[in-house]
């Protein structure tokens, strides 16, 4: 049986990349995507016109000065993102309100945060925008702000939960897994709860 030390270092690698290929594993890990980041001037073309369900994290990451918050606020991405790579029917983005109130400052014009996109200015919240609101039976022309969730996980032993909970959230409103449930899930405070649908 020959040894490796007669094979060129080309068929050796050749060799190994059969190896891998066989084993259906990748020569390269590749790095997993994080959220795309959108800002006021493409968030009507990327959530309003969407032809697709949407959510999007409302976060906070330059100029908050609570540590803590900061964390609570990189919690929170993660668990959008592990939502992200779980729901590929839905297009999930992250705006950073940090960013959008420092140049929203440097400007003249008279647009808060929460004129602008009509949420409450707290971060980080999470809002679900569809054109089907399942609770009501109502259909619209393009998307509209479904529901709200403000908070984040306390600590990262709290993320996979986070994780379950905000999927029931999106099995509940945007697809069909419960479609024949008698209610959806709204978030009221800190809790989602069971909400009857309108009657129809």
């Known amino acids: 049986m020959a040894g490796l030390e007669g094979l060129t270092r080309r068929e050796l690698l050749g060799g190994l990349a059969g190896v891998v290929a066989a084993l259906a594993l990748p020569e390269k890990a590749e790095a997993k995507p994080g959220l795309e980041e959108i800002y006021e001037w493409n968030f009507e073309e990327k959530v309003y016109n969407n032809q697709r369900p949407v959510i999007v994290l409302f976060t906070e990451h330059e100029n908050s000065y609570n540590p803590s918050h900061i964390l609570v606020c990189q919690r929170m991405e993660r668990v959008v993102e592990a939502l992200a790579e779980r729901y590929t029917s839905i297009d999930f983005y992250k705006l950073d309100a940090d960013k959008f109130r420092r140049r929203t400052s440097l400007t003249n014009r008279e647009r808060t945060f929460t004129q602008v996109f009509g949420i409450p ?38 993320i996979a939960s986070w994780v379950n909970q905000y999927a029931g959230w999106i099995d509940f409103n945007l697809t069909d897994k419960h479609v024949d449930k008698p209610y959806a899930a709204r978030w009221y405070g800190d809790n989602l709860v069971k909400v009857q649908k309108v009657s129809q």
């Not at 009501?136 to 709200?148: A, H, L, M, P, S």
């Open 121 to 158: 200015d707290v971060g980080p919240t999470t809002v679900m925008y569809a054109r089907h609101d399942v609770l009501t039976g109502q259909r619209f022309e393009r998307n509209v702000k479904i529901d709200v969730s403000t908070g984040g996980p306390k600590g990262d032993q709290f």
